[in-house]
C-alpha cells in the first residue's frame, strides 16, 4: 500500500510561480514512475509530467517551457514547479505514482488532490 501526501497548491497570478510536492510512503520495493495529472472543471484528466527514477522526465506540450518536474529518489518525492502560470492552468492537480510491490506486481496510487487556481 502507498500513501501520497500532497501540498503546494493555491492562489496565484497569472505570470506567478507554484512548486507542487508529493511525497510517498509505505510498503513498496520501488518506485517505478512518478507523475502529475491535473483535472479542470468539466475536462478530463490530462497527464501534465512523469517522471521515472533513473531520472528520465516528460512534460505536456502545454506546460513546457514553464513546468518542470524533479525527484528526489531519498525522500520518495516528486515536484512539480510551475512557473509562468496561466488561468488556463487552473485546476485540481493530482500526483500519481506506479509501484513495485514487495511480491512483485506493479500498482498505481492516487493523491488526494491540491487545487491550483491562477487569476488573470
Known amino acids: 500500500q502507498v500513501q501520497l501526501v500532497e501540498s503546494g497548491g493555491g492562489l496565484v497570478q497569472a505570470g506567478g510561480s507554484l512548486r507542487l510536492s508529493c511525497a510517498a510512503s509505505?510498503?513498496?520495493?520501488?518506485?517505478?514512475?512518478m507523475n502529475w495529472f491535473r483535472q479542470a472543471p468539466g475536462k478530463k484528466r490530462e497527464l501534465v509530467a512523469s517522471?521515472?527514477?533513473?531520472?528520465?522526465?516528460n512534460v505536456a506540450d502545454s506546460v513546457k517551457g514553464r513546468f518542470t518536474i524533479s525527484g528526489d529518489n531519498a525522500k520518495n518525492t516528486v515536484y512539480l514547479q510551475m512557473n509562468n502560470l496561466k488561468p488556463e492552468d487552473t485546476a485540481v492537480y493530482y500526483c500519481n505514482v506506479v509501484v513495485l510491490s514487495r511480491s512483485g506486481l506493479s500498482f498505481g496510487s492516487w493523491g488526494q488532490g491540491t487545487q491550483v487556481t491562477v487569476s488573470s
Open positions: 517522471s521515472t527514477t533513473d531520472g528520465s522526465t
Open positions: 509505505g510498503s513498496f520495493r520501488s518506485i517505478n514512475y
